[in-house]
């Protein structure tokens, strides 16, 4: 009995903190920010599931290493669309926006995602140039 109530009240409180999201999206039509801002804002609050290297397990998990955040292209989109004004933005125009803001650096391969942990590319933004290009509004 004991067990069904924890689990229930687990289920309510994801409930309500996804309808907290929702309203807070809602609610925030113009951005306060830049990508950077929106992006270096998330990884101060601990908005992404970093690990190390090594428990690496799905596509969500994040790797910090050197100073710069390694990222899949496809769990920073989610984040952009899901919890920023961001809603509408495309690969493309994301990866190009960072590109333009300074954070993403071009090299011979005509792809953004160039870092390769364990056979996965990731985006790999500096964090020291995350928060120099981050601009709130």
């Known amino acids: 009995m004991h067990q069904a109530m924890v689990h229930a009240e687990k289920i309510l409180n994801d409930i309500l903190e996804q309808q907290s999201c929702k309203t807070n999206q809602s609610t925030c039509q113009s951005p306060r920010g830049n990508l950077c801002w929106y992006i270096f804002c ?3 609050e601990n908005e992404f599931h970093i690990v190390s290297r090594k428990d690496i397990h799905s596509d969500a998990d994040c790797v910090v290493e050197n100073g710069a955040l390694c990222i899949r292209t496809d769990t920073l989109l989610a984040y952009l669309r899901s919890a920023t004004p961001y809603r509408d933005l495309s690969k493309t ?3 190009r926006c960072l590109h333009e803001e300074g954070v993403l650096t ?7 995602a160039t870092k390769k942990i364990k056979g996965q590319r990731y985006l790999e933004l500096n964090l020291a140039r995350l928060k120099a290009a981050s601009l709130s509004y």
């Open 42 to 44: 998330a990884y101060r």
């Open 93 to 95: 125009t994301m990866n």
């Open 106 to 112: 071009q090299h011979c391969e005509s792809r953004a």
